[in-house]
């Protein structure tokens, strides 16, 4: 009997249900009925849909929905007007979505793939299939824009007059068809907030229940009715011919119900899109380009965040970089500064020696890292600040370093090499620059110096008890007796110093000859210097007499010039220097041991001025 019965297929272009009953012609008294689960076969050129948006096989209904959203915004004939291949790619974009994300369809289209690989004769044999068919295709049953118009709602649309341009994407989330795309969005952070985390609220639009109804899709007050056009079943039935056929109802979309006041505000649809402020939790350590996911309600919403750069740090990963400026001296001698800190100020420890560009490591001190455990380094980038402005006394430090500078490349401007190979400063304004090189070379060899302070002693005591000593008389006889002791000694030694050629500014002498004459010179210098402000009238009264100031002004400056006296015998030399008046004497410079009263040039001291504490007193070790 089947094989009398020849099935007129009617034209299924406009159905929209995947499964149809088609009622074949009567031959005799039999009726045949047939159910295909179909969704309008046609004859065409096999497409696969999951390559069609770009997604793989076991994607998500999230994922399908995703892919759509992307590729109708890109396709949508609005948007290219002047591309008539994009309106190709939206239909085939539409058609891929229409059967993806409709599970049943989805599962036929998986099935007759897997079943068309078997080849014609599996199809053949499977009963009532044409031999060799197979999912070749699919005639859509809506219309691309329509299908566009119902996904994205006449929600924005309608209200834009503007058609697919007045649309904005961002705001839709929701459709009555389930459509829910991830929102992304854009934060701006500052350095800082990037750097130690910081909750920030944002704005975005979010689609929730529709405040006015309440989800219900109608105005208040009114609610859906049974629908008139299928009865409440969801399902239309007509006829064309002798064909009886059911499908979908194209009104309540097979949900039996019609809204027949849908809710002004949010157009039938239950739900509007709101504009809610969210808190975004932005993690420690986040970098430039980073996205964060957070479930805003029953959606998702992408962050990517956008770091400002920052005046003081340069970012590396999880390390930073900065710069940090010295001082000559603190890069020369080392010490502390204090710098700004990823989490809080720190005082950097400058090693002495530092040179310039050196990179100074502070460890754990740098960005805490995001995917992992610990945090990454601080590096200090040092960079030495050279004075543009000396002050004299700054120029003359300087000048004497220079002037002991062993390993100068070149020559410093100011200091000159002598004919011994020592350098020597050219200027001395103030006489800082000799003063320093007292200071410096002032010890003598650590054996000679431990002689030289036993001798030292030994003449403080004899001073001591010399000035214990009653009457003048005496000690005017002692101290002349003392300065004749000296004198030939003193001669003596100059010619043997004048003769070896030893000149002030060498190194001490090694030579044994030498070095007697030269502890004979110190020691006798420092004796009659000492004599010459315990008993300044006796002194001067020899000093009168050339045979006496000669070699002994001869010894004073020979001495000072060496620079190996201690601190204390180079202040002695320095007060001798005024008493005797080879320096520019002090207004305010007073001798107790001096019986006369010294008039400071068309200036004379009262008796409450010789009172006043001068400056320079003989020292008490003296």
Avoid at 10 to 33: A, D, K, M, P, Q
Avoid at 56 to 82: E, F, G, M, T, W
Avoid at 168 to 192: P, R, T, W
Avoid at 415 to 435: Q, W
Wanted: proline share 5%; with cysteine; aromatic share 10%.
């Amino acid at each position: 009997m089947i094989s009398r019965i020849r099935p007129f297929l009617h034209n299924l272009s406009s159905c929209r249900s995947g499964c149809r009953s088609v009622l074949f012609r009567i031959y005799g008294n039999e009726l045949l009925t047939r159910t295909f689960h179909l969704s309008a076969f046609v004859l065409q050129a096999k497409k696969d849909y999951y390559e069609v948006l770009g997604i793989p096989r076991n994607a998500s209904q999230k994922d399908i929905k995703k892919a759509y959203y992307q590729l109708a915004k890109k396709y949508h004939p609005d948007v290219n007007k002047n591309d008539p291949q994009a309106a190709k790619k939206f239909q085939e974009v539409s058609e891929a979505y229409e059967i993806l994300s409709d599970e049943n369809k989805r599962q036929q289209y998986d099935h007759w793939e897997a079943a068309g690989a078997a080849g014609s004769a599996a199809g053949a044999s499977a009963g009532g299939g044409h031999p060799g068919a197979q999912w070749q295709g699919f005639r859509p049953s809506m219309d691309p824009e329509e299908l566009f118009r119902r996904i994205f709602g006449d929600l924005n649309m309608g209200k834009s007059g503007s058609g697919f341009s007045g649309w904005n994407f961002n705001d839709f989330a929701e459709s009555q068809f389930g459509f829910d795309s991830a929102q992304e969005v854009i934060m701006n952070l500052s350095f800082e907030e990037a750097a130690k985390g910081v909750t920030k609220n944002i704005s975005v639009n979010v689609v929730d229940t529709c405040p006015k109804c309440n989800g219900k899709k109608t105005e208040p007050g009114y609610k859906t009715v049974s629908c008139p056009y299928c009865n409440g079943s969801g399902m239309e039935t007509f006829s064309q011919g002798p064909f009886i056929m059911r499908q979908t109802c194209r009104r309540c979309f097979g949900t039996g119900q019609y809204n027949k006041t849908p809710c002004l505000e949010c157009e039938g649809t239950g739900n509007t899109v709101q504009r809610r402020t969210v808190a975004v939790p932005v993690p420690a350590g986040i970098e430039d380009g980073q996205t964060l996911r957070i479930q805003v309600g029953k959606k998702e919403m992408f962050v990517t965040f956008k770091v400002s750069k920052s005046s003081t740090f340069r970012r590396d990963g999880a390390d930073v970089h900065s710069d940090v400026t010295i001082s000559l001296s603190q890069a020369v001698l080392g010490g502390t500064v204090r710098i700004k800190g990823v989490h809080e100020d720190v005082f950097l420890q400058i090693p002495p020696g530092t040179a310039s560009h050196s990179r100074l490591r502070l460890a754990g001190k740098g960005l805490k890292k995001v995917n992992s455990y610990g945090y990454g380094d601080h590096y200090v980038h040092v960079k030495i600040q050279v004075p543009k402005k000396l002050t004299d006394r700054q120029r003359a430090l300087l000048t004497a370093y220079a002037e002991m500078e062993s390993d100068t490349p070149g020559t410093v401007k100011g200091v000159t090499m002598t004919a011994d190979g020592k350098k020597l400063a050219t200027e001395d304004p103030g006489g800082t620059v000799t003063r320093v090189r007292k200071a410096v070379y002032s010890s003598l060899d650590p054996e000679d110096m431990i002689t030289f302070k036993e001798k030292r002693k030994e003449q403080k005591d004899m001073l001591k008890r010399l000035v214990q000593m009653p009457g003048d008389q005496k000690h005017e006889t002692v101290v002349n007796m003392l300065i004749d002791a000296m004198l030939p000694r003193i001669e003596n030694a100059r010619a043997v110093l004048e003769e070896s050629g030893f000149i002030p500014g060498m190194a001490f002498p090694a030579d044994l000859r030498l070095v007697d004459a030269l502890s004979v010179l110190l020691e006798g210098t420092a004796l009659f210097g000492e004599l010459a402000l315990y008993f300044p009238e006796f002194v001067e009264a020899r000093w009168k007499n050339n045979d006496v100031r000669a070699p002994f002004s001869w010894s004073i400056g020979f001495c000072n010039s060496t620079e190996f006296y201690d601190e204390n015998t180079t202040e002695l030399m320095y007060l001798l220097g005024q008493e005797l008046k080879l320096l520019p004497r002090d207004p305010r410079y007073t001798n107790p041991y001096r019986k006369t009263t010294y008039f400071k040039e068309k200036e004379e001291f009262s008796s409450k001025q010789r009172g006043e504490q001068p400056d320079h007193w003989l020292s008490e070790e003296l």
